[in-house]
């Protein structure tokens, strides 16, 4: 009991789609039966006179000696699925309102759905501990109280359609056989109609009783909620998503950030470095983007939407690619060569200005800091 009161959460979208798959919906038996009853009923009411003179004239048909069957038993096949056809034909509207209220039913409760998991076996169900619990628990309560109320409600329907046809239902056996049937499925039709509007009196407590039932089943407890998260973590599938989300969101934050660079050194085309000044501080320059070759290439295109002007040197492209992280301090071996980048940049933005143009610097990499592609020390 302790553990059923620990089930206080609402279940996660996992556990509704694992019960969907399992073939589990919520279900009232009584509303399906309610809609049956009342649309069979409405059709013999309305339809039972002709379904029944049809089917007899149909029996008739069959009894009847025909020669041509004697003489010729080929015509037998023909002729029984001539036969067949046509009784199929007079009930089909039983049949077809049964069926479109069978799926109506279970439409307007708990949806439509088909899973073969619902056809195979439970051990649980053949427990019998857990079927004396049904039987003796919560659930087993109402279902007797449902019963009764069902009892008396059918039996007083049938009783009152009884006492008011009582002279017509005795009269039939002295009435022509047509007339009879007719007559006899008009009363059956009424009486079913009666009973079956007295099913929705129960089916009106038993769908919602049904719904919260249901919905209190699939509720979880904390523990499970987190042992759920814990498994859907270490799922391959689960783990790719998420990197693939961190890495779009690294890519847009480092998309964002070229904006505020003053330079982006390149490789020119398997590395971009893009770098940040503050003019007029003792603040070293950071690293404010890197990224090689997919992401060097975006890091490219950012940088010409925004203007930033691009210094192509592999060496120290490399360099400040594999020893420093973004948005920290280049190291102190790099501070002479990236000093005169960013020297290079202020006078070609001021100098280019004039109309004056500026020669590039030619840059000196400390051995220690020399890397080929792959990342190794040259």
């Known amino acids: 009991m302790a553990e059923d009161d620990s089930k206080t959460e609402e279940p996660t979208q996992k556990k509704l789609e694992k019960t969907k798959e399992e073939g589990q919906f919520a279900r009232s038996q009584d509303l399906s039966v309610a809609l049956l009853t009342i649309g069979v009923a409405l059709v013999v009411y309305f339809y039972g006179g002709q379904i029944g003179q049809s089917i007899i004239g149909i029996l008739q048909e069959a009894f009847l000696f025909d020669e041509r069957v004697v003489r010729d038993t080929a015509l037998v096949p023909s002729m029984l699925g001539t036969l067949f056809l046509r009784g199929l034909g007079s009930i089909l509207p039983i049949f077809a309102v049964t069926v479109f209220l069978a799926f109506g039913a279970a439409f307007l409760v ?74 006899g499925l008009d009363i059956l039709g009424f009486g079913i109609l009666l009973v079956s509007l007295s099913l929705l009196v129960i089916a009106a407590i038993d769908v919602p009783y049904q719904m919260i039932s249901f919905k209190n089943q699939l509720k979880m407890s904390i523990q499970e909620i987190k042992d759920e998260y814990k498994d859907s973590e270490g799922r391959p599938e689960v783990k790719q998503r998420i990197r693939q989300k961190q890495r779009e969101i690294a890519m847009a934050s480092t998309l964002d950030a070229i904006s505020k660079a003053d330079v982006i050194i390149t490789n020119p085309t398997h590395f971009a470095v893009a770098l940040s000044y503050a003019v007029g501080t003792d603040e070293a320059p950071k690293v404010v983007a890197k990224g090689a070759d997919f992401v060097a290439q975006k890091i490219r295109e950012k940088g010409k939407e925004a203007g930033i002007i691009f210094f192509e040197q592999p060496q120290l492209a490399r360099a400040l690619f594999f020893t420093t992280e973004i948005n920290h301090d280049i190291p102190r071996a790099l501070f002479e060569a990236v000093a005169e980048v960013i020297a290079y940049v202020f006078k070609m933005n001021s100098f280019e200005k004039h109309g004056q143009r500026i020669k590039k610097p030619v840059l000196s990499i400390p051995p220690e800091m020399s890397f080929d592609e792959t990342g190794r020390k040259s």
């Open 110 to 183: 708990g949806g439509i759905g088909f899973s073969m998991k619902g056809f195979y076996p439970k051990a649980s169900k053949l427990n019998p501990l857990k079927g004396l619990s049904r039987m003796f628990g919560l659930k087993g309560m109402v279902e007797l109280v449902k019963g009764l109320l069902k009892l008396i409600l059918i039996g007083s329907m049938v009783l009152f359609v009884v006492v008011m046809y009582f002279e017509d239902i005795f009269s039939l056996t002295r009435m022509d056989p047509l007339i009879a049937t007719s007559r």
